[in-house]
């Protein structure tokens, strides 16, 4: 549930930007009479900054996103991205639901919310390596940020 709260926080913050510069920690309380520290960002995170930061033990993962989707995980239209060319691929990493839906599901990992596609993504490269996604590897190989990493 926590996860469902912080990636519709974050995509509304995406979307529509910060809370108010005045807002007080009071607005934001989450029980009734015991307020929370909020602490405003001078700069918000970016998708592209969390899904880097989310895999910085994998940076081919974070040049896989890039390439598969522009870090974008949610359209215009407000829903999950589809591929391009292949309407079963989902989300910012672009993960087939034909191959991966039901192995995911049995792991327990929605595929169409943005930590468990990036989730899914990563228990995947521990298990196949960078081959799941080796029809946009020309444009992932040659990153470099590839090349520094290593």
């Not at 108010?20 to 920690?25: L, W």
């Not at 940076?59 to 215009?76: D, M, T, Y």
């Not at 929605?110 to 080796?134: F, I």
Request: with cysteine; charged share 25%; proline share 4%.
């Amino acid at each position: 549930m926590i996860e469902l709260t912080t990636t519709a926080l974050f995509i509304l913050t995406t979307l529509y930007g910060n809370a108010p510069a005045n807002a007080s920690a009071d607005a934001f309380s989450l029980l009734p009479g015991r307020p929370v520290e909020t602490k405003l960002a001078d700069q918000p995170l970016t998708l592209e900054q969390y899904v880097r930061e989310y895999f910085k033990d994998e940076p081919i993962l974070a040049e896989i996103a890039k390439c598969e989707s522009r870090f974008r995980h949610i359209g215009k239209n407000g829903k999950v991205i589809r591929g391009e060319l292949t309407a079963e691929d989902v989300g910012v990493m672009q993960i087939n639901e034909y191959f991966h839906l039901d192995r995911a599901e049995r792991l327990g990992i929605d595929l169409r919310t943005l930590e468990g596609n990036l989730t899914y993504a990563k228990w995947l490269y521990a298990k196949e390596g960078a081959v799941p996604w080796y029809s946009s590897s020309k444009c992932w190989e040659k990153s470099g940020t590839l090349a520094l990493a290593k």
